[in-house]
């Protein structure tokens, strides 16, 4: 019985979750509840809690996760100034005369808002909210129609700079830096989130490949469900690649410099995360769209989003350590070496409990529970750190999409027209579901995908 208590907290966590609590005091109450009851009975060693006031000092400590709420403010900033408005409009007349062109325009725009929010919630809603009446009006198949939104939505989560891939970047370091040790390696070498964005930024474009080819195949095959723009409505459309260039340069030269400051070794990624935030607001500014009254909203969405992310990191840092007092670590281990297939039989059982975690949990929760409790084991059974996050990134990405408990399934249907079905938007993401496992399976085949650009760039 005492074998099974680190499995009844993690059931218990779950349980409390899928009751409605918050997730930061779900994961903090239930393992100080599971560590009273240990000290009592005896099972649980009460040192280990004595480590929560160093765990919560390191979090304030840890300069990279300064990076989240700039990159979050960045986000919130270039949503305000309504940038993500024209950039559809202007997509849309550039590709409205080609069947499917909508679709193509809300795929690129999806990865350009990515890129710059890194938000999944905000990206989708701010989608459905301005394309999807387009492209209904326009005689797109609702399912098509929903499904290109929702998937495109959630680009952000691997194009980087992704707050996830930031997260990832910061936990995936800190398992491999153990698993070096673990292993008797004490001159670890290490693995930065730059490291990983370089790493996600082939695998994020071939998701973009995929989906405007998925939307190609469609436009030949079923040319009804996805019709162009009529020809008079665009040739009443004046000075398009100047209205193309006004909206486009803005934000890519923006991305460029966040990108390309963190790629080129200028400077970090909170370093470049800053630059970001400050490139928003000049933005914004360029626009008329900035005032101490949107600033304000801003900041206060912004310190909204980051005291969540922050308070759940604390609750789970409790949850990991009443875990490893039972002897979780050590239970996962034994579990994940005595699998059929070796370090490939482990890998893809972790897979599957991520993918399915992923139904429930968000990001967040995973990302500070369950990876610092599997990577450390599976990285010293060899694993590369840069591909087994970038898998980690894609496969969160697709539980995204995943019904019934997808979360972009619930930001769209949340804005969607009461006349489009909860189904038809399921029906909708499951070709985008399909793309991403293919792009999973390629990523496990040719792991070169996520490896050769940080090899490449930092030799």
Known sequence: MIELLPLLLFVGAIIILLMGYSVAFSLAGTGLLFAAIGTLTGHFDSVFLEAVPNRIFGVMNNEVLIAVPLFVFMGVMLEKSRIAEELLDTMAALFGSMRGGLGISVTLVGMLLAASTGIVGATVVTMGLLSLPTMLKRGYDPAIATGTICASGTLGQIIPPSIVLVLLGDVISSAYQQSQIDQGIFS??????????????????????????????????????????????????????????????????????????????????????????????????????????????????????????????????????????????????????DLPGGVVGAMAIVMLIVFLLGFFLDFIEITFVVVPIVAPILLSMGLDPIWLGVMLAINLQTSFLTPPFGFALFYLRGVAPAHISTGQIYKGVIPFILIQLAILGLLAWQTGLATWLPELVYG
């Open 188 to 337: 670890p070498e290490t693995v930065t989130v730059g490291d990983l964005f370089l790493g996600a930024l082939i695998p994020g474009m071939l998701l973009v490949v995929a989906y405007i080819g998925y939307m190609v195949f469609i436009a030949i095959t079923r040319p009804q469900a996805v019709p162009a723009i009529p020809e008079e409505e665009l040739s009443q459309i004046t000075n398009l690649w100047i209205r193309a260039l006004k909206a486009l340069v803005p934000p890519v030269v923006l991305i460029g410099l966040v990108l390309g400051s963190i790629l080129g070794g200028f400077a970090t990624p909170t370093e470049a995360a800053s630059v970001g935030a400050v490139g928003a607001m000049a933005l914004a500014a360029m626009r008329g769209a900035f005032s101490l009254k949107t600033l304000n909203e801003v900041m206060r969405s912004t310190t909204q989003v980051s005291s969540m992310v922050f308070i759940i990191l604390v609750g789970a840092s409790i949850f990991a350590l009443v875990f490893r007092g039972y002897g979780g670590d050590d239970l996962v281990r034994d579990f994940l070496h």
